[in-house]
């Protein structure tokens, strides 16, 4: 089961880019991407297959939308700020990003839990540990130190945690809280910088 957290990084992309002062030459290209996407998102939701024959049927609606987007819009039409960011905009690879998401389904995904998961676009959980001012803070309310990372795809659950030096969690003494734990995550690059090497 998923969870009906909005899942759609890549039109949240395309509302932003067309928000976007310097996005201005482009706005009517890119509310006709957006026109663009919605069609790609309603044949989406009109496949009918399931297991691999539904991955490949999504996969074509994919590519079809991708170059779309990418080649006739972007790349012939778009302004040079529009061609030279879509990059910074993440115009290009949220588009993968909403894909996968779709592609966490019990009608391709056999064994999927029974409880409700969160698929897409998070801050995940990295590290937790506790910081300790002294020997006698120990008595105290703990200072909690979580690390966490953003991802650009993932699948898992928000845990929530409660920690105290007292076992009855008396307010004053309990550190309350929560983190995303993904079980998986990705990040979804279209290209790779060498800085990123």
């Known amino acids: 089961m ?13 509302v932003a880019a067309i928000e ?5 030459n482009d706005v009517a290209l890119l509310k006709e ?6 069609v790609w998102i309603l044949k989406f939701d009109k496949v009918g297959t399931t297991g691999k024959r539904k991955v490949f049927d999504l996969t074509a609606l994919l590519n079809e939308y991708k170059d779309y987007l990418e080649v006739e819009l972007i790349a012939r039409r778009g302004s040079a700020f529009l061609k030279r960011q879509k990059g910074q905009l993440k115009l290009d690879n949220s588009i993968l990003e909403e894909f996968l998401i779709r592609l966490v389904d019990p009608s391709i995904l056999k064994g999927l ?10 801050t995940a959980f990295m590290t937790l540990s506790f910081r300790p001012s002294s020997i006698s803070s120990l008595n105290e309310k703990p200072e909690i130190v979580i ?8 699948i898992g659950k928000t845990l929530h945690y409660k920690v105290s030096a007292d076992s009855a969690f008396a307010n004053p003494e309990t550190a309350k809280g929560e983190f995303f734990l993904a079980v998986l995550s990705a990040e979804v690059k279209v290209n790779l910088d060498k800085t990123m090497f």
Do not use: C, I, W
């Open 33 to 38: 991407a957006l026109s663009a996407y919605e």
């Open 147 to 154: 690390k966490s990372k953003d991802q650009d795809f993932t």
């Open 20 to 24: 976007n002062p310097k996005s201005r």
């Open 113 to 122: 839990p029974p409880f409700e998961l969160e698929v897409g676009p998070r």
């Open 2 to 14: 998923l969870s009906n957290m909005p899942k759609t990084p890549h039109k949240d992309k395309l």
